[in-house]
T-cell receptor, first 110, second 114 residues
Framework: DGGITQSPKYLFRKEGQNVTLSCEQN?????MYWYRQDPGQGLRLIYY???????QKGDIAEGYSVSREKKESFPLTVTSAQKNPTAFYLC?????????FGQGTRLTVV | AQSVTQPDIHITVSEGASLELRCNYS??????LFWYVQSPGQGLQLLLK????DTLVQGIKGFEAEFKRSQSSFNLRKPSVHWSDAAEYFC????????????WGAGTKLIIKP
């Protein structure tokens, strides 16, 4: 079945560490997105990529980095510069004007 | 600027009662509108979408939504809710002026009373 796979489902990070969240899709979609979700704030766009080897900052890109070396993959790195990284992270891709989502990764700073 | 407003943060309804979740948008052209549902700790699933044509749109799980241009609204309805409908619901509009980004409402959490 086609879809988006995020891993891991739960991730714990010590303060000062970088961590990378994985997002893989087999939908053959060009566009991929990373969102951050905090209670009561809906979805906030971190980064998006419309095509391989190109990506754009979203509304809250500070402290995050991404790469898009393959069409299928769009990993997100949460760097130590992100002051409040504890959140639920969602990866999505779009095709035919519809967004498809992964199951999310819950990141907790310990 | 384009925006989506979901005025209700929480809504509580009894099981078997009818439901209406409100969504208002601000967008200059004909909007492409969506409703998504999110169960706790999960990703989002598309319930329904409106692009053009009939303003009453049928979706999955017995949901429907009505596009009203005069009111800039796209409210989600269900005649009789089930306990399994407890979730968070998000309205979104496709911004075709800016890289086809989805603009999201803040979400409405639906609580079902037994």
């Amino acid at each position: 079945d086609g879809g988006i796979t995020q891993s891991p489902k739960y991730l714990f990070r010590k303060e000062g560490q970088n961590v990378t969240l994985s997002c893989e899709q087999n939908l053959n979609h060009d566009a991929m997105y990373w969102y951050r979700q905090d209670p009561g704030q809906g979805l906030r766009l971190i980064y998006y990529s419309q095509i391989v080897n190109d990506f754009q900052k979203g509304d809250i890109a500070e402290g995050y980095s991404v790469s898009r070396e393959k069409k299928e993959s769009f990993p997100l790195t949460v760097t130590s510069a992100q002051k409040n990284p504890t959140a639920f992270y969602l990866c999505a891709s779009t095709g035919r004007a519809e967004a498809f989502f992964g199951q999310g990764t819950r990141l907790t700073v310990v | 600027a384009q925006s989506v407003t979901q005025p209700d943060i929480h809504i509580t309804v009894s099981e078997g009662a009818s439901l209406e979740l409100r969504c208002n948008y601000s967008y200059g052209a004909t909007p492409y509108l969506f409703w998504y549902v999110q169960s706790p700790g999960q990703g989002l699933q598309l319930l329904l979408k409106y692009f053009s044509g009939d303003t009453l749109v049928q979706g999955i799980k017995g949901f429907e939504a009505e596009f009203k241009r005069s009111q800039s609204s796209f409210n989600l309805r269900k005649p009789s809710v089930h306990w399994s409908d407890a979730a968070e619901y998000f309205c979104a509009v496709l911004n075709m002026d800016s890289n086809y980004q989805l603009i999201w409402g803040a979400g409405t959490k639906l609580i079902i009373k037994p």
